[in-house]
């Protein structure tokens, strides 16, 4: 069974940073794809970044730049750095496990969530 260690989100005023740490339990860690995801008040849930297990990274046009993910295999840890935010990247924010199909990829377990409040 995967579980998710979700750290790293809370308040931050428009235009700072932040870093959220992912810990995924319970997986063949190395080989698999992993992603962030996030989902804000009355909006749909949108996968921002995604890195395959040999590094292959994705990300949403919303969060291009600014945004970056990356993996420690030897801690079996996803971050996802973030940076310039803005009022419109507050959301509960859940790391992922998927795969890549093509150079799409698709998250198929989802953790907890942490959430991230933009104030403006």
């Known amino acids: 069974q995967v579980q998710f260690q979700e750290y790293g989100g809370g308040l931050v005023q428009s235009g700072g940073s932040l870093t959220l740490s992912c810990v995924v339990l319970?997986?063949?860690?190395?080989?698999?794809?992993l992603g962030w995801g996030r989902q804000a008040p009355g909006k749909e849930r949108e996968l921002v970044a995604a890195?395959?297990?040999?590094?292959?990274?994705n990300y949403a046009d919303s969060v291009k730049g600014r945004f970056t993910i990356s993996r420690d295999n030897a801690k079996r840890t996803v971050y996802l750095q973030l940076n310039n935010l803005t009022a419109e990247d507050t959301a509960v924010y859940y790391c992922?496990?998927?795969?890549?199909?093509?150079?799409?990829?698709?998250?198929?377990?989802w953790g907890q969530g942490t959430q991230v409040t933009v104030s403006s």
């Open positions: 319970g997986s063949t860690f190395q080989s698999n794809s």
């Open positions: 992922n496990v998927g795969g890549f199909y093509g150079t799409t990829y698709t998250p198929t377990i």
């Open positions: 890195i395959s297990h040999v590094g292959r990274k």
